[in-house]
Nanobody
Framework: QVNLVESGGGLVQSGGSLRLSCAAS????????MGWFRQAPGKEREFVAA????????NYADSVKGRFTIFRDNAKNTMYLQMNSLKPEDTAVYYC???????????????WGQGTQVTVSS
């Protein structure tokens, strides 16, 4: 079992930046592939980004490529999502997702956080 806790969401103006964090606890959590998903009101949950356990491989949704960066610090058992050039359409609840050792394209993973709200005003 892995426990995932997100933080860092909030309200930001269009063009601004936010950094989300996902603190992981549990057995072998530093060896797991992890990722971020988001869900906007009335829409399905969608993939945002994923990262391998070592951080050497990443995968991004086309909608965030060049604006968002996923990275992790295994010494701190924490994964991050740096979000730059935010747009109103990035408004959503962002979920941390992780667990297992699948590839960064074979998502979603078994465990979910509770989510953190990101709101981008125009």
């Amino acid at each position: 079992q892995v426990n995932l806790v997100e933080s860092g969401g909030g309200l930001v103006q269009s063009g601004g930046s936010l950094r989300l964090s996902c603190a992981a606890s549990g057995r072998a959590s530093t060896t797991y592939t992890m990722g971020w998903f988001r869900q906007a009101p009335g829409k399905e949950r969608e993939f945002v980004a994923a990262i391998s356990w070592s951080g050497s491989r990443t995968n991004y949704a086309d909608s965030v490529k060049g604006r968002f960066t996923i990275f992790r610090d295994n010494a701190k058992n924490t994964m991050y999502l740096q979000m730059n050039s935010l747009k109103p359409e990035d408004t959503a609840v962002y979920y941390c997702n992780g667990g297992g050792h699948r590839s960064t394209t074979d998502y979603p993973y078994p465990f979910w956080g509770q989510g953190t709200q990101v709101t981008v005003s125009s």
